[in-house]
Protein backbone atom coordinates (compact mmCIF):
# COMPACT_ATOMS: atom_id res chain seq x y z
CA UNK A 1 0.00 0.00 0.00
CA UNK A 2 1.95 3.21 -1.37
CA UNK A 3 -0.78 5.73 0.38
CA UNK A 4 -0.61 8.09 3.23
CA UNK A 5 -0.27 6.02 6.66
CA UNK A 6 -0.85 7.33 10.91
CA UNK A 7 -0.34 5.07 13.40
CA UNK A 8 -1.29 5.08 16.04
CA UNK A 9 -5.18 4.97 13.93
CA UNK A 10 -6.59 5.41 17.90
CA UNK A 11 -5.65 7.28 21.38
CA UNK A 12 -7.04 7.60 24.36
CA UNK A 13 -5.54 9.54 27.06
CA UNK A 14 -6.05 11.44 30.59
CA UNK A 15 -6.48 15.41 29.97
CA UNK A 16 -3.32 16.66 31.03
CA UNK A 17 -0.75 14.05 28.83
CA UNK A 18 1.35 14.66 25.76
CA UNK A 19 0.63 12.49 23.03
CA UNK A 20 2.34 12.28 19.26
CA UNK A 21 1.20 11.34 16.25
CA UNK A 22 2.87 10.03 13.56
CA UNK A 23 1.93 10.66 9.77
CA UNK A 24 3.70 9.29 6.28
CA UNK A 25 3.19 10.67 3.36
CA UNK A 26 3.04 9.06 -0.20
CA UNK A 27 6.89 8.62 -0.82
CA UNK A 28 7.16 11.32 -3.74
CA UNK A 29 4.96 13.97 -2.22
CA UNK A 30 7.07 16.98 -0.83
CA UNK A 31 3.80 18.61 0.62
CA UNK A 32 2.31 17.36 4.06
CA UNK A 33 -0.31 18.56 6.12
CA UNK A 34 -2.18 18.40 9.34
CA UNK A 35 -5.97 18.89 9.78
CA UNK A 36 -8.35 18.49 12.45
CA UNK A 37 -11.75 16.71 12.28
CA UNK A 38 -14.50 17.29 14.87
CA UNK A 39 -17.59 15.53 14.40
CA UNK A 40 -19.92 16.72 11.72
CA UNK A 41 -17.27 18.48 10.70
CA UNK A 42 -15.17 18.99 7.62
CA UNK A 43 -11.56 18.87 8.06
CA UNK A 44 -9.62 22.27 9.36
CA UNK A 45 -6.55 22.88 8.37
CA UNK A 46 -3.61 23.28 11.04
CA UNK A 47 -0.41 23.22 9.41
CA UNK A 48 2.05 22.61 6.57
CA UNK A 49 5.55 21.94 5.60
CA UNK A 50 6.80 21.84 2.61
CA UNK A 51 9.72 19.06 2.63
CA UNK A 52 10.99 20.29 5.94
CA UNK A 53 10.21 23.52 6.29
CA UNK A 54 6.87 24.39 8.10
CA UNK A 55 5.13 27.05 6.19
CA UNK A 56 1.61 27.79 7.69
CA UNK A 57 0.11 27.19 10.67
CA UNK A 58 -3.13 27.94 11.53
CA UNK A 59 -4.63 30.07 14.48
CA UNK A 60 -6.36 26.64 15.46
CA UNK A 61 -2.60 25.42 16.51
CA UNK A 62 -1.78 26.76 19.85
CA UNK A 63 1.14 26.64 21.61
CA UNK A 64 0.60 23.25 22.95
CA UNK A 65 0.67 22.04 19.29
CA UNK A 66 3.70 21.16 17.63
CA UNK A 67 4.72 19.48 14.60
CA UNK A 68 7.81 18.67 12.64
CA UNK A 69 9.08 16.98 9.65
CA UNK A 70 12.74 16.35 10.10
CA UNK A 71 13.91 15.30 7.42
CA UNK A 72 11.35 15.78 4.79
CA UNK A 73 9.85 12.42 4.75
CA UNK A 74 7.78 11.68 8.08
CA UNK A 75 6.00 14.10 10.48
CA UNK A 76 5.03 14.44 13.82
CA UNK A 77 2.54 16.38 15.72
CA UNK A 78 2.48 16.65 19.33
CA UNK A 79 -0.30 17.62 21.41
CA UNK A 80 1.14 18.84 25.04
CA UNK A 81 -0.92 19.01 27.89
CA UNK A 82 -3.93 17.49 26.45
CA UNK A 83 -7.39 18.85 27.31
CA UNK A 84 -11.20 17.71 26.42
CA UNK A 85 -11.43 20.39 23.72
CA UNK A 86 -8.99 18.78 21.49
CA UNK A 87 -10.80 15.41 21.40
CA UNK A 88 -11.43 14.97 17.58
CA UNK A 89 -9.68 13.34 14.62
CA UNK A 90 -6.78 14.52 13.66
CA UNK A 91 -5.58 13.63 9.94
CA UNK A 92 -2.46 13.97 7.60
CA UNK A 93 -2.44 14.35 4.10
CA UNK A 94 -0.15 14.92 1.20
CA UNK A 95 0.29 16.25 -2.30
CA UNK A 96 3.17 17.21 -4.63
CA UNK A 97 4.46 20.20 -6.10
CA UNK A 98 3.56 20.80 -9.97
CA UNK A 99 0.18 20.07 -11.85
CA UNK A 100 -2.97 19.19 -9.44
CA UNK A 101 -0.73 20.23 -6.66
CA UNK A 102 -4.20 20.86 -4.54
CA UNK A 103 -5.12 17.31 -5.09
CA UNK A 104 -4.51 16.05 -1.39
CA UNK A 105 -4.78 12.67 -0.32
CA UNK A 106 -5.88 11.71 3.07
CA UNK A 107 -4.57 9.08 5.34
CA UNK A 108 -6.38 7.17 7.51
CA UNK A 109 -6.63 9.69 10.59
CA UNK A 110 -5.85 8.96 13.95
CA UNK A 111 -8.61 9.58 16.48
CA UNK A 112 -7.89 11.09 19.73
CA UNK A 113 -10.19 11.22 23.17
CA UNK A 114 -9.02 12.68 25.79
CA UNK A 115 -10.70 12.17 28.97
CA UNK B 1 -20.58 33.00 8.17
CA UNK B 2 -18.21 30.41 7.38
CA UNK B 3 -16.33 30.51 3.94
CA UNK B 4 -18.14 27.25 2.16
CA UNK B 5 -21.15 26.33 3.17
CA UNK B 6 -22.52 22.95 2.91
CA UNK B 7 -26.49 21.27 3.93
CA UNK B 8 -25.31 18.42 6.39
CA UNK B 9 -27.92 16.13 5.32
CA UNK B 10 -28.83 13.45 5.78
CA UNK B 11 -29.79 12.78 2.41
CA UNK B 12 -31.63 9.23 1.65
CA UNK B 13 -32.50 8.43 -1.71
CA UNK B 14 -33.56 4.74 -3.24
CA UNK B 15 -30.63 2.89 -4.78
CA UNK B 16 -30.25 3.94 -8.75
CA UNK B 17 -31.76 7.84 -7.93
CA UNK B 18 -30.00 10.68 -8.92
CA UNK B 19 -28.14 12.56 -6.30
CA UNK B 20 -26.95 15.91 -6.22
CA UNK B 21 -25.18 17.26 -3.85
CA UNK B 22 -24.21 21.18 -3.42
CA UNK B 23 -21.77 23.54 -1.54
CA UNK B 24 -22.03 27.33 -1.50
CA UNK B 25 -18.86 29.95 -1.20
CA UNK B 26 -18.57 33.59 -0.43
CA UNK B 27 -14.76 33.94 -1.64
CA UNK B 28 -14.55 34.55 -5.24
CA UNK B 29 -11.15 33.85 -5.30
CA UNK B 30 -11.58 30.12 -5.36
CA UNK B 31 -10.62 28.44 -8.47
CA UNK B 32 -9.82 25.29 -7.19
CA UNK B 33 -12.80 23.01 -6.44
CA UNK B 34 -12.81 19.42 -5.00
CA UNK B 35 -15.06 16.76 -3.97
CA UNK B 36 -14.07 13.81 -1.26
CA UNK B 37 -15.78 10.78 -0.21
CA UNK B 38 -15.66 10.04 3.47
CA UNK B 39 -17.05 6.65 5.32
CA UNK B 40 -17.72 6.29 8.59
CA UNK B 41 -14.46 6.49 10.58
CA UNK B 42 -12.10 6.47 7.57
CA UNK B 43 -10.33 9.43 5.92
CA UNK B 44 -11.45 11.67 2.93
CA UNK B 45 -11.00 9.86 -0.09
CA UNK B 46 -10.49 12.54 -3.49
CA UNK B 47 -13.68 12.11 -5.97
CA UNK B 48 -13.31 15.00 -8.23
CA UNK B 49 -11.16 17.75 -8.60
CA UNK B 50 -11.63 20.66 -11.04
CA UNK B 51 -10.83 24.10 -11.87
CA UNK B 52 -12.66 27.26 -12.23
CA UNK B 53 -15.53 26.91 -13.90
CA UNK B 54 -17.05 24.21 -16.21
CA UNK B 55 -17.91 20.24 -15.91
CA UNK B 56 -16.00 17.40 -15.52
CA UNK B 57 -17.38 13.67 -15.27
CA UNK B 58 -15.41 10.23 -14.20
CA UNK B 59 -18.11 7.36 -14.55
CA UNK B 60 -21.27 7.93 -12.36
CA UNK B 61 -19.81 11.36 -10.83
CA UNK B 62 -20.15 14.72 -12.30
CA UNK B 63 -19.13 17.63 -10.85
CA UNK B 64 -20.00 21.32 -11.98
CA UNK B 65 -18.72 24.78 -10.83
CA UNK B 66 -20.43 27.71 -11.22
CA UNK B 67 -17.95 30.63 -10.19
CA UNK B 68 -20.80 33.67 -11.23
CA UNK B 69 -23.29 32.14 -8.70
CA UNK B 70 -20.35 31.19 -6.51
CA UNK B 71 -21.84 27.26 -5.96
CA UNK B 72 -20.41 23.93 -6.73
CA UNK B 73 -22.55 20.59 -7.54
CA UNK B 74 -21.72 17.06 -7.39
CA UNK B 75 -24.46 14.72 -9.39
CA UNK B 76 -24.44 10.48 -8.82
CA UNK B 77 -25.86 8.61 -10.95
CA UNK B 78 -27.53 5.37 -10.81
CA UNK B 79 -26.60 5.43 -6.70
CA UNK B 80 -25.36 2.61 -4.94
CA UNK B 81 -25.86 1.16 -1.30
CA UNK B 82 -21.89 1.98 -1.56
CA UNK B 83 -21.80 5.24 -2.17
CA UNK B 84 -23.87 5.36 1.56
CA UNK B 85 -21.15 7.82 2.81
CA UNK B 86 -20.47 11.91 3.67
CA UNK B 87 -19.45 14.25 0.88
CA UNK B 88 -17.37 16.78 1.71
CA UNK B 89 -16.70 19.86 -0.79
CA UNK B 90 -13.22 21.33 -0.94
CA UNK B 91 -11.85 24.93 -2.42
CA UNK B 92 -8.44 26.16 -2.91
CA UNK B 93 -7.04 29.92 -4.09
CA UNK B 94 -4.88 30.15 -7.12
CA UNK B 95 -1.33 30.41 -5.98
CA UNK B 96 -2.34 29.34 -2.16
CA UNK B 97 -0.54 26.59 0.32
CA UNK B 98 -3.20 24.25 -1.27
CA UNK B 99 -4.78 25.04 2.26
CA UNK B 100 -8.04 23.45 1.44
CA UNK B 101 -11.29 25.00 3.24
CA UNK B 102 -14.09 22.09 3.68
CA UNK B 103 -17.64 22.51 3.71
CA UNK B 104 -18.98 20.70 6.71
CA UNK B 105 -20.18 17.75 4.94
CA UNK B 106 -23.37 16.18 3.52
CA UNK B 107 -24.47 12.61 4.61
CA UNK B 108 -25.81 10.52 2.17
CA UNK B 109 -27.71 7.08 2.61
CA UNK B 110 -28.67 5.48 -0.37
CA UNK B 111 -31.24 2.27 0.54
CA UNK B 112 -31.54 -0.83 -1.43
Known amino acids: DTGVSQDPRHKITKRGQNVTFRCDPI?????LYWYRQTLGQGPEFLTY????????KSRLLSDRFSAERPKGSFSTLEIQRTEQGDSAMYLC?????????????FGPGTRLLVL | QKEVEQDPGPLSVPEGAIVSLNCTYS??????FMWYRQYSRKGPELLMY????GNKEDGRFTAQVDKSSKYISLFIRDSQPSDSATYLC????????????FGAGTRLAVHP
Open chain 1, 93 to 105: ASSRTGTSSQTQY
Open chain 1, 27 to 31: SEHNR
Open chain 1, 49 to 56: FQNEAQLE
Open chain 2, 27 to 32: NSAFQY
Open chain 2, 50 to 53: TYSS
Open chain 2, 90 to 101: AMDFLGGYNKLI
